[in-house]
């Protein structure tokens, strides 16, 4: 499995690293939904290639996978200058130590809430773009203003 890139050209990436297809895709839909940009990988090479080739805001990551499991990639990821600094949710059943032996942000525990899903990524990137904030006006940038009718302007 490779990866997919996905979103809204200069949102914040995720990147959703699950062998489970119908998981990865859920995750990577919910949080498409949210505004986030989105790579997915189905095994720790292709997180790896896909870090190479796009990089990441955060990675959501599974631990149990075939071709290289989670663990394999966070160490090959804590040991690259380029990728070191990028947080990492483990998405597991296992516990809280094992996400703490590969020194995760956070964990996630499975089976995934999408409430809570939506909350770690927040707290851990922030909003999909870096300027959203909650109830700001969804504008265009550098939208002109609109010039008043003239029925509301003062007589």
């Known amino acids: 499995m490779d990866f997919i890139a996905r979103g809204h050209g200069g949102a914040r990436r995720i990147l959703v ?6 998981l990865r895709e859920s995750v990577a839909q919910s949080l498409l939904e949210e505004g986030y940009d989105v790579e997915v990988a189905g ?8 870090l190479d080739r796009v990089g990441a805001d955060l990675v ?3 631990l149990m996978m075939p071709i290289m ?3 394999e990639f966070r160490e090959r990821q804590r040991n690259s200058p380029a990728f070191a600094h990028i947080p990492v949710v483990v998405m597991s059943a ?8 590969i020194e995760a ?3 996630l525990p499975k089976p995934l809430s999408l409430p809570e899903l939506l909350q770690m990524v927040r707290r851990h990137v922030g909003a999909p773009w870096a300027d959203d ?6 504008t265009e940038p550098n939208a002109p ?6 029925d509301s302007r003062p007589h």
Do not use: H, M, Q, Y
């Not at 904030?133 to 969804?138: D, H, I, N």
């Open 145 to 150: 203003i609109p010039a008043p009718d003239e």
């Open 94 to 101: 296992t516990s809280t130590l094992e996400a703490a032996a």
């Open 69 to 71: 499991s989670g663990w």
């Open 60 to 62: 959501l990551l599974d």
């Open 43 to 50: 095994d720790g090479r292709a997180a790896l290639n896909a």
């Open 133 to 138: 904030f909650e109830g700001a006006p969804k």
């Open 17 to 22: 690293v699950e062998d489970d297809a119908d």
């Open 105 to 107: 942000a956070d964990l």
